[in-house]
């Protein structure tokens, strides 16, 4: 089930203690104005009642997947209703991971599983605009016909900031979200400065190579979605869901 901000805050419904915890940190981070959070169009989407959440199980399980791919495509049917700076905002319960004192990379490989799994429950094919290819350019994750930018925080970040969470958290922005924030017109150049300074700042670390805009020859949204403490990327792509439909296809 989606939620919206006030839903969360009013107490609609009688969330677990992690919830909530998980929720206030999230809602302190989006308000703190000392150092504020990088991303200005999250802010807006948070203080608007732009932003949606939802809450899956441990993300080990199938049932945290089957999860997911709910909230996905319920998301997909009312994103545009939103707001422009729209996005969905998943936690993860991350307790038990927490007390086995997960790695980075242990989340990486994690995330990706995630994405994985829930693309095979996905009730549309791939939107005929998108590559399938990750490392083509405009490749983007979809589900249920819609493409999507994912980002990843974790407890496990140390160093960038922008980069950790109490507990595991996913996030979704649409891709028409992006339509006029982008390095084409003079609002989505000026965004992406103040953006990278924001980020410099409260990071305290130069930003991480891989960050790039949509569409550039050399950019890959994959390597954006999750990003370590250092400079390091995986060398491919771990969403393989597609490459593996296509092969159980050929005859």
């Not at 429950?121 to 399938?132: A, L």
Request: glycine content about 4%; some cysteine; hydrophobic content about 35%.
């Amino acid at each position: 089930m989606l939620y919206t901000k006030e839903e969360i805050e009013n107490h609609v419904i009688d969330f677990d203690l992690w919830q909530h915890e998980v929720y206030e940190q999230f809602s302190s981070m989006m308000n703190q104005r000392e150092t504020p959070y990088p991303c200005v169009p999250g802010i807006q989407g948070f203080m608007k009642n732009m932003l949606r959440f939802g809450f899956v199980d441990d993300p080990r399980t199938d049932k945290s997947t089957d999860q997911l791919a709910g909230l996905l495509k319920e998301y997909g049917e009312i994103s545009r209703d939103t707001g422009n700076y729209a996005s969905l905002v998943i936690f993860c319960d991350t307790r038990a991971l927490l007390e086995e004192q997960t790695t980075i990379d242990q989340y990486e490989e994690l995330f990706w599983t995630m994405l994985n799994e829930t693309h095979k429950k996905d009730p549309s094919p791939w939107p005929e605009d998108i590559p399938k290819e990750p490392e083509d350019p405009a490749w983007e994750f979809c589900f249920n016909g819609a493409p999507y930018f994912a980002f990843c925080a974790t407890p496990a970040h140390e160093i960038r900031n922008s980069r950790r969470f109490p507990c595991l958290l996913l996030a979704f922005q649409p891709r028409w979200v992006f339509d006029e924030i982008n390095d084409s017109t003079p609002f989505g150049r000026k965004i992406k400065k103040v953006i990278r300074q924001r980020l410099v700042e409260y990071d305290g670390i130069p930003t991480h190579p891989a960050l790039k805009w949509y569409g550039q020859k050399d950019n890959h949204e994959w390597k954006q979605y999750f990003i370590k403490d250092d400079e390091s990327t995986l060398s491919k792509c771990p969403f393989t869901a597609l490459k593996n439909k296509w092969k159980s296809l050929r005859p």
